[in-house]
Each structure stands twice: as structure tokens, then as C-alpha cells.
């Protein structure tokens, strides 16, 4: 090692109290004798600013605060020491809280904060947290490195972490599950169907619940909790959606320390079916008598009534005492629950995006250690149908004793009728179903002893690419863990081999955002994974492929050619609202929100510009198409032929409403013209690639329509709504919630992601970016999404704008994350804290922006132009030595990719992972400009001084095949 080197995943800082001497002489021997050492590593649960170690430094928010009032005076000292008098006190800040005390949704004051002290995203929060246990001995090494997630106790019930593996999923303590590509009902009223938990609600009961510690292994895709028994002993779980068995949830005990050779453990779950079918001789028995109280006043006997949702059954649904049950000659009845029929657990529902009884089940059989239940969705989709959906679970008993050495497995399969057998007929065959979830079952079974060792074989795969950083403290361990749970999110929601789902944003383990697909997907979410793992990239965009005839349908309903996808889609792209299929939006954003069908367009090009894969292009050309004959029979050319596009609702939801912005929309805004400017740009080379047809009428709109200016600033424009009112009021001072502000800009999506593409100059990107992002123009509320495209807008420049991007990744990484886990919440001010942004705690968009911010900002990689990526100037964040980019995959190339203060180190093979026109085992990668190369990548390191690189000259640098 060299001297005062920091190894990756590593972190070197200072370990005060008792041992400064200790260190000092540590220090002496590393500068002077240069001796081969062992790093220290960052221990984030020993800093020298907390009292007696009680507190830990944490950028981050855990949940419910205790009100716990304040103090006058901003010495970090004497604030512990005011909290720690206090047994209810669990956090308190030093400069600036993380929100609004009043805001925190349980109390006037959630926090300690100093006098004075307003809330301003712009702070450098610190968050001073209780850190409950230490952690144990072992787990310390991965805590050090940021892979594992630590939490003593466990973090409030929203803002707990999933286990998910891109086709089935579950937050942690809530009593849900839900499968990718299932939702209930059709476009008016539909959601991601919500299936019982039989895995991830499983826990102890018969413990010291304050003792409890737990860690998020994202390397190996495990959460694993450590009990503390009333006995004394000490007891593991292990909790894990398999990544190799799809359809397989796992939950394993075994003892870690005991007095004793066994332990009686209590179990508790969460699984729950709610009634079973209660139909007897063909009629609905519902006795009891209750009556259904109607709004006038009046009631009527609740057996035998028509329902659709639980809410139907009235009062007796409010006291627990009735659900909507099994259907009865197409009627469905309202049926008892009686001591033997509970109903269902609702927990994690006040955080999850509501709650819904989406099936009633029947059980097909008991064989002692396992059960068999089979139930179809509720209501049918836009086809037609009704799904069904299997479960084979374990019979997991209340009380049972482990002995040492010995394991306890909990293993339940889950398989429903979505992309199994006939997709056409109206009635999926319900026991085939049953029987594809036992047959999963019974091989896990038969497997039991290597489950474990297969799954974290195959998350340590696919978590070996990644970016990793190192530095001297909290700040790059901050980033690190952020980087592990952020890929752990998106990587446990999408899988290569199950194009059924897409990414929603509130990812697959929750019904938060009803589990619709939007642009997110497209720009954020499988956006952050392309360039390190384009095969589950392909698999959201194959979820668009397999949604073109539903597309066409809706372009042909709207009176459009070619193919319209939705705003916000379901299973095969099926819509959720505009059903009425109104030009004028009926359902606003529902129906003119129109920017996600060349919003995809993009997705695709960007997909094809990081693999080059021609394979794929093939097959993706049909899609292409209809998008371009979309946006050609969309625009409106004007007497001067110059195209435009009106009618449509921004990116900024947020807009102004008093300008028509979303009904009945705006013209020429910014974004939906550039993003369909490349998108059917990018249609017309796919064809000149796959040796198309040329069609003009593509290639006249690309070069006429309007990218919408204001001259008199020398920026790109924001719209005037229909009513001549603009979108954005530029407020009269920072913060000011009084007028609107742009929420995000969508002229900064200009910059990035689509500025490489649409060549727009350094000088408007930062004429843009002064000018629509300075406070009191831009909306500092949603962070999850205008963090990142700040953070990369501003990194894009030479030289960059290192404070305004210091501020997007602050607020991406601290200002809406919550708990030690780090979970995502669009927002970072909403006065729904504890339930995040209308109940919607987990926010996968925003993880994706958050890898975005280092892999397309700070490492300045931006794909460009058939040609290659751009290189924009390396940076790194403050606080951070260096950062490591390991496994990139470009044009069937694996590169690996460092930078530090001074220099880039690269080296690339082939991979052979994907098939491009021009590219093959003999081809090389190039650093060049000037259309010469100047560095050929090999697979030997090569390091490459940043002053060699002619960034100062303006010059256009490209990583790409060399010429």
C-alpha cells in the first residue's frame, strides 16, 4: 500500500476520547517510518463532538422523534447533554434540522434544534441520532466499508428497508407482499394488487425489544436481525426474497449465543388471510344482524348485499366485523367475520400508499408443514380478467424451541397467472397456477441447505459493479452507504428475466404512487443502473415494448397515428386514469402529460448509445416507429412550417394552475419538445442503421420543431399556460411559498439527460441554470428528483459549479432520506412527514438520481452520440478522496474507472455481452478529441493525468471505440 493510503470501501478518521495519544503515535509511524499498515477504518459510532457516545453523528432523519422541546444554544455539547437528560429524547441537530419541527407530523417539537435555527436545504446537517446497542463485533467491518446498514433498535415501521428480487417483494414489518406486473382493477380505479406477507412480517416475540439490532447486507441482499431473548440469548434471523428462485421467500433462526443447548422462541407473523370463503348452499349465510348505516340517516341489514370494495360494507366494515368475500352467480357478497376468521394485518398501511383487501382466499390444502392457498384478483383488468394468484407457505407454528447448531427455515413460494400460460383467456387456470407455486416450493425444499449461499451468490455478482468511494470520515461514508442501499433498492425491483413490472416509483415492494409506471422509470430509476447494468435496464424497457398495442390503441383513441403510452401504467401499459380519453384532460396530468411517449423514445436511444447492442435495435424499431408517428401527427405546423406542440402539462406538476397549465395544458414547453425532438431523431438513425426505409415526414419534424427561447436572458424558455399566465412566478424572496416556483425545471433537462444528445452549448446550460435555479425560481420541496438533475447540471460545466453541486447532492442524499436505512421520500418539506409525500415513503426515483449524481456528474460520464459517452472534468465530492467506478459496461466493454484529485486510472476488456454493428473482440477503447485518439484503453491500468486532458481549452473529450 502506499503511504497514507485508504484501501476501497474504506475509511480512514480520528478516534479520540481515551486513545489521542495512541493515535498520534499511529500518525508518526505512517509519515515518518512508512511501514506497511492496516487503514483505520471510519467508525461511525465513536466521534469525538459526542457526549459519552450515546449520539452518533448521522446526516439522516430516523423516525418518531419524541418531543422533547428545545434549547437555547448552538454548543454541541451542552445540546446531548440537555438530550441525554431526557429519556425520550432521540435526536437532535447542531446547525439546521433536517425539517420543520412542527412538521414532523407527532408533536410540536420533534427535535432540538438551536434558537434561531430556520430550516434551509442549503445547511450542512448535522443530525445527532441515538444510536441505541452497539453494534455487535462482527458486523463492524462491514458497517466500516458502508455495506452493511446498521439500526438499534429498528427504524419506524415506514421507513423500514425491503427485501425484493425484481419479481416479488416486501418491506419489513409490513404485512404485505407484492408480485411484479399484478394489479387489481382496471384504468378508474386500479393498483398494484396487495398479497398477504408470509415472510417479511415474521419476527420474535419473547424478546427485549430495545436490545433488538438489525443490519441491511447489501451485498448479499439479507436483512438479518440479532434478538436479545428474555432468557439471555442471543438469536439471528435472516430474512431474504431468493434472487435465483424468483418465486422463493425465506425467513431463517439460529442461535448466536446461548447459556443454554436450546431456546423456546415465541413467533410472531403477520401473515394473514382475513375470511376465508363462507358461502353455504349456494347463498351468502351472512348472519349477525348489523346494519349498514346510510348517509340520510336510514340503515338496512348488511347479509346479502352487493360489494366491491370493503368500504361498501358501511359501518360494519368500520368495527371489523364484515369484508367484501367470494363471488356468488357474479355478485359479490358482504361476509362475516367470525372468531375464527380475523381480518387481515394492516400494518405498514399508514406509510405504503394505503391499504387494500385486493383478494379473498380459499385454502387448498393443509399437509401439515405447509398450506396452499389460491385466490383471484378482486375486480378484472382492462381486458377483461381477473388474475390468480397462489401461495405454498410454510406452517409457521406461535411457539417452537431451536436447539444450538441448528437452523429453523422458513421458506413460501408465491406464483400468479401474470406471464404464465394463455395471457389471452379471461379465466387463468387457478390450480395450474397453484401447482407452478408448488412445484417452486418443493424444490426449495429439497434445496433448503444451499439456499442461502445461492442467493448471496448471485447478489454479490451483480453488487461486485458498482461505485465505490474513500475518504477521511462521515462525509464519504454518508455517500458510500447511500450508494449501497440506493443500488440495493433499485436492483431488488426489476430482475433481466421479468418484463411484466417496470419501475415504479415507489418501487415493487410497496403500493406506494397506487404502483403505477411513469417517466421515472425512463429518467431515474433504470436511467441510474444503465451504464452498470443494462441488462435489468433492458428488462424496464422491455415492459414499454411489451405495452405497444396498448399504446396504439390509446394514439388511436386520442384521434394520434402510432403508438401514446400512458402517464401512469399498469400491467401491459393499461392507463389509470383519462379513461374518458379527452384531449382537453378530463384527468389533467392523466391526459396530457403526454412527454412519457417520447420520453421512452429517449430511454431506447440512450439504451442503444451504452450498448450498441443491433439486436435489440431490431426489435425495438416497431416501438420506435409509433412513437415517431406519434409526435408527427401531435405537432402543429404553423404557416412559417415550424412545428409545434400544444396542450400539454410540463414535468412541473407543480406548475401555476391559474395559467391553464394542467387543463388545458401548455404550449411548446421545453422539455416535450426537446425529449421529441430526440426521440424521433433517434427513430430516423435507428432506421439508417437497421437499413430502413427513410421517412420524411420524421426527419422534417426533427429539424422544425421548436426548442422554445427567451432572447432577452439568453436561456431556454418556460412556457406561457393557455390563459397567457406563466408557469412560473418568480417569487419575491428564497423559499417563498407564496408565489410558485418551477418544481423541477424542466428546462434543465436540457443539460442532462438530454443535452449531449441535442448538442446544447456549455454556455446556454449554464445560462439555464443560472437563471431558472436561483431560489427564487426553482422549487427546493421536491428533492428526490431536482437534486440530481441539479447536482449533474452543474458538474456538467468547465470549470463546474462545485457549490451548486455540493447542494443537489446534499439535498438528494440527506434532505429526503429517511431513518438508518435510507429510505427515499420525494419531498424533503411536507407536512406528512411520518407518512412521507401523501403516504408514499419509499421513493426508488430517487435513488436513481442519487447514482446519477456520481456516476454522470463527479464522474463525468455522459452518453453522448453514436461517436461515445463525454467526458466531462472529474470531480469528487468534498469530503471524499477518490472514487472507483468497477464493472461499467459499454459497448460490450467492462471498464474500470478511479479518480482522484490529480488523475484517472482506466482499463477495459471485452465482454462479448452485447452485439454491436461495428465492434468485436479486436476493437479498443479510446479516450479522444479533435477526432483523434490520444488514449487507448487496454486491459492494463493506465493512468492519465487530468491536466492532459484539455478540458481548460473547452475542448469535447469522448470515451468511445477508437477511430
Known amino acids: 500500500m502506499q503511504c497514507l493510503g485508504v484501501n476501497w470501501f474504506v475509511f480512514s478518521a480520528m478516534k479520540l476520547s481515551n486513545y489521542l495519544f495512541s493515535f498520534a503515535v499511529v500518525i508518526f509511524v505512517l509519515q515518518f517510518a512508512c511501514v506497511s499498515t492496516v487503514d483505520v477504518k471510519y467508525n461511525p459510532y465513536n466521534s469525538e463532538q459526542l457526549l459519552e457516545n450515546r449520539y452518533n453523528k448521522l446526516a439522516k432523519s430516523t423516525v418518531p422523534f419524541a418531543s422533547i422541546g428545545r434549547v437555547n444554544t448552538t454548543n454541541v455539547t451542552e445540546i446531548a447533554r440537555a438530550c441525554m437528560s431526557r429519556p425520550d429524547?432521540?435526536?437532535?441537530?447542531?446547525?439546521?434540522?433536517?425539517?420543520?419541527?412542527?412538521?414532523?407530523?407527532?408533536?410540536?417539537?420533534?427535535?432540538?434544534?438551536?434558537?434561531?435555527?430556520?430550516?434551509?436545504?442549503?445547511?450542512?446537517?448535522?443530525?445527532?441520532?441515538?444510536?441505541?446497542?452497539?453494534?455487535?463485533?462482527?458486523?463492524?467491518?462491514?458497517?466500516?466499508?458502508?455495506?452493511?446498514?446498521?439500526?438499534?433498535?429498528?427504524?419506524?415501521?415506514?421507513?423500514?428497508?425491503?427485501?425484493?428480487?425484481?419479481?416479488?417483494?416486501?418491506?419489513?414489518?409490513?404485512?404485505?407482499?407484492?408480485?411484479?406486473g399484478l394489479y387489481n382493477g382496471a384504468c378508474g380505479s386500479v393498483h398494484k394488487a396487495r398479497l398477504p406477507s408470509p415472510i417479511a412480517g415474521v419476527s420474535l416475540e419473547n424478546v427485549d425489544a430495545t436490545k433488538t439490532q438489525a443490519v441491511l447486507d447489501t451485498k448479499n441482499g439479507v436483512y438479518i436481525r440479532r434478538y436479545h431473548t428474555t432468557s439471555g440469548s442471543i438469536v439471528e434471523q435472516r430474512l431474504y426474497a431468493h434472487r435465483t428462485r424468483m418465486h422463493i421467500l425465506v425467513t431463517e433462526f439460529s442461535i448466536i449465543s446461548n447459556s443454554s443447548e436450546s431456546v423456546?422462541?415465541?413467533?410472531?407473523?403477520?401473515?394473514?388471510?382475513?375470511?376465508?370463503?363462507?358461502?353455504?348452499?349456494?347463498?351468502?349465510?351472512?348472519?349477525?344482524?348489523?346494519?349498514?348505516?346510510?348517509?340520510?340517516?336510514?340503515?338496512?341489514?348488511y347479509y346479502g348485499l352487493k360489494c366491491i370494495q370493503d368500504s361498501d360494507c358501511g359501518s360494519c366494515f368500520v368495527d371489523g366485523t364484515c369484508a367484501c368475500g367470494a363471488s356468488l352467480n357474479g355478485t359479490t357478497c358482504c361476509l362475516p367475520r367470525n372468531g375464527s376468521c380475523s381480518p387481515p394485518s394492516s400494518a405498514g398501511s399508514g406509510c405504503a400508499g394505503g391499504f387494500t383487501t385486493d383478494f379473498t382466499w380459499t385454502e387448498i390444502a393443509t399437509q401439515g408443514q405447509y398450506s396452499m392457498f389460491q385466490a383471484n384478483t378482486s375486480r378484472v383488468n382492462d381486458n377483461g380478467r381477473h388474475e390468480a394468484v397462489a401461495i405454498v407457505t410454510d406452517n409457521i407454528p406461535k411457539t417452537i424451541t431451536i436447539h444450538e447448531g441448528e437452523t429453523l427455515q422458513y421458506i413460501a413460494a408465491v406464483s400468479t397467472s401474470v406471464g404464465f400460460g394463455s395471457q389471452s383467456t379471461l379465466t387463468p387456470d387457478a390450480m395450474a397456477v397453484v401447482n407452478d407455486a408448488k412445484g417452486h416450493y418443493m424444490d426449495a425444499k429439497s434445496n433448503s441447505s444451499s439456499l442461502l449461499q445461492e442467493h448471496s451468490t448471485e447478489w454479490q455478482t451483480i453488487t461486485t459493479r458498482g461505485v465505490f468511494v474513500k475518504g477521511s470520515g462521515q462525509r464519504a461514508y454518508d455517500i458510500q452507504s447511500h450508494l449501497a442501499t440506493s443500488f440495493y433498492y433499485l436492483i431488488s425491483s426489476i430482475r433481466e428475466d421479468w418484463t411484466y413490472g417496470g419501475m415504479s416509483p415507489g418501487g415493487l415492494a410497496t403500493q406506494n404512487y397506487q404502483g403505477a409506471v411513469f417517466m421515472d422509470q425512463e429518467f431515474y430509476s433504470a436511467g441510474g443502473l444503465l451504464l452498470l447494468h443494462p441488462e435489468l435496464t433492458k428488462s424496464a424497457a422491455q415492459y414499454r415494448i411489451n405495452s405497444l398495442p396498448t399504446a396504439q390503441q390509446l394514439a388511436t383513441k386520442f384521434g394520434y397515428k402510432g403508438a401514446m403510452f400512458a402517464w401512469t401504467s399498469a400491467a401491459l401499459g393499461n392507463p389509470f386514469g383519462c379513461c374518458n380519453y379527452n384531449k382537453n384532460g378530463e384527468g389533467y396530468e392523466d391526459c396530457i402529460?403526454?412527454?412519457?411517449?417520447?420520453?421512452?423514445?429517449?430511454?431506447?436511444?440512450?439504451?442503444?448509445?451504452?450498448?450498441?447492442?443491433?439486436?435489440?435495435?431490431?426489435?425495438?424499431?416497431?416501438?420506435?416507429?409509433?412513437?415517431?408517428?406519434?409526435?408527427?401527427?401531435?405537432?402543429?405546423?404553423?404557416?412559417?412550417?415550424?412545428?409545434?406542440?400544444?396542450?400539454?402539462?410540463p414535468i412541473d406538476e407543480w406548475c401555476d394552475q391559474a395559467s391553464g397549465c394542467a387543463k388545458p395544458g401548455v404550449n411548446d414547453d421545453p422539455q416535450m419538445n426537446a425529449v421529441s425532438k430526440a426521440a424521433i431523431g433517434f427513430a430516423v438513425e435507428a432506421a439508417n442503421i437497421l437499413g430502413k426505409p427513410p421517412n420524411t415526414s420524421w426527419e422534417t419534424v426533427r429539424d422544425t420543431i421548436l426548442i422554445p427561447m427567451d432572447e432577452t436572458h439568453g436561456v431556454h424558455a418556460m412556457p406561457v399556460g393557455a390563459n397567457g399566465i406563466p408557469v412560473v412566478k418568480v417569487a419575491t424572496k428564497y423559499m417563498d411559498t407564496s408565489s410558485h416556483t418551477s418544481c423541477p425545471e424542466d428546462v434543465n433537462y436540457l443539460t442532462y439527460p438530454m443535452g449531449p444528445s441535442l448538442n446544447v452549448s456549455e454556455n446556454l446550460s449554464r445560462a439555464d441554470m443560472q437563471f431558472w435555479s436561483d431560489g427564487t425560481k426553482t422549487c427546493l420541496e421536491n428533492a428526490g428528483m431536482t437534486g440530481p438533475i441539479h447536482a449533474i447540471s452543474w458538474l456538467k460545466m468547465y470549470p463546474p459549479n462545485m457549490t451548486g453541486a455540493e447542494l443537489g447532492l446534499n439535498r438528494s442524499m440527506l434532505a429526503c432520506a429517511y431513518g438508518p436505512f435510507n429510505v427515499r421520500n420525494e419531498v424533503d418539506v411536507h407536512n406528512t412527514t411520518v407518512g412521507g409525500h401523501f403516504n408514499n415513503t419509499h421513493f426508488i426515483t430517487g435513488d436513481g438520481g442519487f447514482v446519477q449524481i456520481l456516476i454522470n456528474g463527479y464522474g463525468g460520464l455522459m452518453l453522448a452520440t453514436e461517436?461515445?459517452?463525454?467526458?466531462?472534468?472529474?470531480?469528487?465530492?468534498?469530503?471524499?478522496?477518490?472514487?472507483?467506478?468497477?464493472?461499467?459496461?459499454?459497448?460490450?466493454?467492462?471498464?474500470?474507472?478511479?479518480?482522484?484529485?490529480?488523475?484517472?486510472?482506466?482499463?477495459?476488456?471485452?465482454?462479448?455481452?452485447?452485439t454491436g454493428s461495428n465492434i468485436n473482440s479486436n476493437s479498443e477503447l479510446c479516450i479522444m478529441w479533435d477526432n483523434n485518439n490520444h488514449f487507448t484503453i487496454t486491459n492494463s491500468p493506465q493512468d492519465i493525468l487530468l491536466t492532459q486532458l484539455p478540458f481548460v481549452n473547452r475542448v469535447e473529450v469522448t470515451l468511445g471505440v477508437c477511430v
Not at 441520532?129 to 446498514?149: A, F, H, K, T, V
Not at 431490431?618 to 412559417?640: C, K, M, Q, Y
Not at 471524499?880 to 467506478?885: E, H
Not at 468497477?886 to 484529485?901: A, C, E
Request: with cysteine.
Open 867 to 914: 461517436k461515445g459517452m463525454r467526458l466531462n472534468l472529474p470531480t469528487l465530492p468534498h469530503g471524499v478522496d477518490a472514487i472507483m467506478f468497477r464493472g461499467l459496461q459499454y459497448r460490450g466493454f467492462t471498464v474500470d474507472y478511479s479518480l482522484n484529485s490529480s488523475h484517472i486510472t482506466m482499463n477495459t476488456t471485452f465482454s462479448n455481452l452485447y
Open 264 to 301: 423456546d422462541l415465541q413467533i410472531n407473523s403477520l401473515f394473514s388471510l382475513g375470511c376465508k370463503n363462507p358461502l353455504e348452499n349456494g347463498t351468502c349465510t351472512n348472519p349477525g344482524g348489523k346494519m349498514v348505516h346510510r348517509p340520510d340517516g336510514s340503515s338496512y341489514p
Open 89 to 180: 429524547c432521540k435526536a437532535f441537530t447542531s446547525d439546521g434540522d433536517l425539517k420543520p419541527c412542527a412538521d414532523c407530523g407527532l408533536g410540536e417539537h420533534c427535535c432540538v434544534f438551536p434558537q434561531g435555527q430556520p430550516y434551509d436545504p442549503a445547511d450542512s446537517v448535522d443530525l445527532y441520532i441515538d444510536i441505541g446497542q452497539q453494534p455487535p463485533s462482527d458486523w463492524m467491518n462491514g458497517i466500516e466499508d458502508g455495506y452493511l446498514i446498521y439500526s438499534s433498535p429498528e427504524a419506524n415501521v415506514c421507513y423500514m428497508p425491503e427485501i425484493g428480487n425484481g419479481y416479488v417483494a416486501s418491506v419489513i414489518g409490513f404485512a404485505s407482499t407484492h408480485v411484479a
Open 593 to 649: 402529460e403526454q412527454h412519457i411517449t417520447p420520453d421512452v423514445g429517449f430511454f431506447f436511444q440512450q439504451i442503444y448509445r451504452a450498448t450498441g447492442n443491433v439486436t435489440w435495435l431490431e426489435e425495438t424499431f416497431p416501438t420506435l416507429a409509433g412513437i415517431a408517428d406519434w409526435i408527427v401527427s401531435r405537432v402543429r405546423v404553423d404557416s412559417n412550417n415550424v412545428s409545434h406542440i400544444d396542450g400539454v402539462m
